[in-house]
């Protein structure tokens, strides 16, 4: 079970950090993605790491402002958002999966989303 958290309303231009944490002891054995879905749009790839935290990779627009990490002993997995626009406006879901990628069908567990509002 995957539980999203962390989002909320701030102006552009500043910080969030989305928590994925999860229960049960295979977690480090995930890679998690995050994905997003603005209103009236698709869901989308954001980044995405792999079990141990050794890789990773995003989406072209969140380069350089968004970091994916995580704590295995925690069960968590980390989106620190900087240098929030008004474009990153949605709800946010990660999601765990065998192996690292950007395509929703490679992630079996989903969680419930939380929603991030940027403000210009």
């Known amino acids: 079970q995957l539980q999203a958290s962390g989002g909320g309303l701030v102006q552009a231009g500043g910080s969030l950090r989305l928590s994925c944490a999860a229960s049960?002891?295979?977690?480090?054995?995930?890679?998690v993605g995050w994905f997003r879905q603005a209103p009236g749009k698709e869901r989308e790839f954001v980044a995405a790491i792999n079990w141990s935290g050794g890789s990773t990779y995003g989406l072209d627009s969140v380069k350089g402002r968004f970091t994916i990490s995580r704590d295995n002993a925690k069960n968590t997995v980390y989106l620190q958002m900087n240098s929030l626009k008004p474009e990153d406006t949605a709800i946010y879901y990660c999601?765990?999966?065998?192996?690292?990628?950007?395509?929703?069908?490679?992630?079996?567990?989903w969680g419930q989303g939380t929603q991030v509002t940027v403000s210009s």
């Open positions: 999601s765990a999966g065998p192996n690292i990628a950007s395509i929703e069908r490679s992630y079996g567990y």
């Open positions: 049960g002891r295979t977690f480090n054995r995930y890679a």
